[in-house]
């Protein structure tokens, strides 16, 4: 079975700052990972993924990912946040072999002026 | 290209009343999935279709909650009766089958159970 601990609940930062959620999992098998955002009264929309080959997955709206299988890790980053960001952010994982996803406690992100 | 359309937006009901919630995957989508995101947490899948048949229900408390995909299309998820701990939003998701591990979301239907 497929966990996902997201390791901070909110995340604050100034408008055109970095920013970097993290993401952790654990799994017996391969994995699958997914970065999905979530709007106000909207449902979740694909960021990115890493299926295989490069570890470093590049996204939607200057997103990025890291995938670091000896730590274990799949943090989402982004050099310069826009108040357009703020949103919630989850991290979810599936094993290979059309196994379910299991999402993270998702990150709420707020961008300040 | 259309996305996943679900209906109604939001819902309030008193506890022990039931409930339906209708589902329309993107066309040519073989899989169809029902989550529950209750507050402050990720979506948790309830059941997942493929066609119109069912694929795994495992958390998907069927005392109470049924769900069913006739002619492998459009899907129905129903909560009969309600609980106040069945607030929750109720995403639909769909994907081209079982193996494509992208997965389209719909907006959501909210509901409040008083």
């Known amino acids: 079975a497929q966990s996902v601990t997201q390791l901070d609940s909110q995340v604050p930062v100034f408008e055109e700052a970095p920013v970097e959620l993290r993401c952790n999992y654990s799994s017996s098998v391969s994995v699958y990972l997914f970065w999905y ?45 826009h108040i357009s960001d703020t949103a919630e952010y989850f991290c979810a994982v599936t094993g290979q072999g059309a196994q379910k996803l299991v999402f993270g406690q998702g990150t709420r992100l707020t961008i300040n002026p | 290209e259309a996305g996943v359309a679900q209906s109604p937006r939001y819902k ?65 998820l129903k909560i009969q009766p309600a609980k106040l701990e069945d607030s929750a939003v109720y995403l639909c998701a769909s994907s081209l089958n079982r193996l494509n591990n992208e997965q389209f979301f719909g907006p959501g239907t909210r509901l409040t159970v008083l």
């Open chain 1, 37 to 81: 955002v979530q709007y106000p009264n909207q449902g979740l929309q694909l960021l990115l993924k890493y299926l295989s080959g490069s570890t470093l997955v590049k996204g939607i709206n200057g997103f990025e990912a890291e995938f670091n299988k000896s730590q274990t890790s799949f943090h989402l980053r982004k050099p310069s946040v």
């Open chain 2, 12 to 76: 309030i009901i008193e506890k022990r009343q039931s409930v339906a919630f209708w589902c329309n995957p993107i066309s040519g989508h073989a899989t169809l999935y029902w989550y529950q995101q209750i507050l402050g947490q990720g979506p948790k899948l309830l059941i997942q279709f493929q066609n119109n048949g069912v694929v795994d229900d495992s958390q998907l408390p069927k005392d109470r909650f049924s769900a069913e995909r006739l002619k492998g299309v459009d899907s129905t």
